[in-house]
């Protein structure tokens, strides 16, 4: 039998590992100790410092939540949260080394940058280590940066916005967050500026038993736009490593931000990432998200809709295998007249994977007028896959339009026949399905996106077909 297209990808590209080298890894744990040390280490000003350790407090006053999948596995004990590569952040791409650089390639980052980005950032374990943007958009005040250059170079920016969107008493990991983040990006676009071209930034972990807390901090002022793009991959290894990201978005009166991103974390990462948006009168942000890989996931995008007349959309899709428990979702709260939202969420899981959706729509007595419009659809491979829908839907006034619509079903046995009675094996059949389920969360991505989101599938897809 002739190879199908599944079984012709090359899905070591995601699983490089580098020799766990570094300039320097904190000791294991999570102690006023460690934290000092970290913020040592970083350089921090007086004020990062002292927020540190205020959130190692809240930290530790917090328990796990209890509602989701298990995270008893998670020790502290047995995480370094700061490990820092051995090269410095360069804007020439051949000052990168080059067992770092040759992984960058491979995943494609400096081709991206070529051919359809106005900007790149890549991070590797706890320090970006590459940073650029085009000429044209610095002399239009754009800044994109790292967050440490940030915080030395425009403190009074960073200080009024930073995790004042995402507080520390969220929730247990956003206090690790504001303890230990290290690296991520930040964006501020000035008023009335249109960024044509996506930026992007690419978070890669190699060090086993380590933690990437990069945090993303992008302000869109009034009138202007943005499409921000995040991706994530790390190899697989046999102890547990864990994400606690922060995203923090504030898109300003008239603007728009489009945030897309692609997480493709290994098979033994717990991926706890936090994202919030700020949006203001007659302004929008769009997520576009698609979930791979990771062990567990607790991922809930947010919206807060502040400004009269502001809009949000939600495009994602989840993909489970083999012990994995990917418990991901969206809230919104509508704070003002005429908002509206929209949500499409989509989940695949196979070979005994569990996806959950777990979402919020809150409409306050104050958000009149206000649509909202709330779609999940979750396809099973198999008969030993799990699927769950838990919504909340909170509405807090008569005089709004507001719709949910959940569908959970297996793949069709008369769809795969129909398929194979037009001359497709059955592994083409319902790879066909799979891709064509997904295709509405694909095609709003940008192409070379897409093409990377349709391979990841096709990754996940081995072994279920046929």
């Known amino acids: 039998m002739s190879k199908t297209q599944i079984e012709d990808i090359n899905r ?189 930034s690419y978070f890669r972990l190699n060090s086993p038993e380590s933690g990437q807390f990069e945090h993303t901090l992008i302000i869109v002022d009034e009138g202007a736009s943005l499409h921000f793009i995040e991706g994530c991959s790390a190899p697989k290894y046999n102890k547990v490593n864990l994400h606690a990201g922060c995203v923090e978005l504030y898109v300003k009166d008239n603007a728009y931000l489009r945030y897309s991103t692609i997480e493709n974390w290994s098979k033994n990462m717990l991926n706890l990432n936090t994202k919030k948006a700020i949006v203001g009168k007659n302004a929008q942000v769009d997520w576009v998200s698609g979930s791979f890989g990771s062990k567990i996931s607790m991922l809930y995008p947010m919206s807060i809709l502040n400004g009269e007349g502001s809009k949000t959309e939600f495009t994602g899709i989840s993909f489970a295998g083999k012990g994995q428990n990917l418990d991901n979702g969206f809230k919104v709260v509508h704070n003002a ?53 838990i919504p909340v839907n909170d509405i807090r006034t008569d005089e709004v339009e507001f719709s949910h619509e959940a569908k959970i079903g297996k793949i069709s046995d008369k769809t795969i026949f129909y398929l194979m009675s037009r001359g497709m094996s059955e592994e083409d059949a319902k790879a066909m399905i799979v891709r064509g389920f997904a295709y509405p969360i694909s095609k709003e991505l940008p192409v070379e996106y897409a093409v990377e989101m349709n391979n990841l599938i096709n990754l996940e897809l081995e072994g279920a077909i046929g």
């Open 337 to 389: 007249k005429n908002t509206s939202s929209v949500v499409n969420a989509k989940s695949i899981s196979k070979d005994g994977g569990t996806c959950t959706y777990r979402s919020l729509v809150r409409i306050n007595e104050n958000a009149k007028n206000s649509k909202s419009v709330v779609s999940c659809e979750s396809l099973m491979l198999d008969d030993i896959s799990k699927s769950d829908t």
């Open 12 to 200: 070591n590209i995601y699983d490089i590992k580098n020799k766990d080298e570094y300039d320097y890894k904190i000791q294991k744990g999570l102690t006023k100790e460690i934290i000092e040390e970290l913020s040592k280490q970083k350089q921090d000003p007086d004020w990062m410092r002292e927020f540190r350790l205020k959130a190692l407090d809240v930290y530790n006053q917090l328990k796990l939540p209890t509602w989701g999948p298990d995270l008893s596995e998670l020790d502290m004990d047995e995480i370094a949260t700061y490990v820092r590569p051995k090269t410095k952040m360069s804007n020439n791409w051949n000052d990168v080394p080059d067992d770092i650089k040759e992984t960058f390639d491979k995943l494609g980052i400096p081709e991206a940058e070529k051919t359809s980005l106005a900007g790149v950032g890549a991070q590797y374990d706890s320090e970006v280590v590459y940073h650029s943007m085009k000429e044209d958009l610095i002399k239009q005040g754009v800044i994109y940066t790292d967050m440490e250059t940030a915080v030395r170079e425009y403190p009074e920016l960073v200080k009024e916005h930073f995790m004042k969107c995402v507080p520390v008493h969220d929730h247990k990991f956003v206090a690790l967050h504001g303890a230990v983040w290290s690296g991520g990006s930040f964006v501020y676009v000035p008023k009335g500026v249109k960024v044509d071209i996506p930026l992007q």
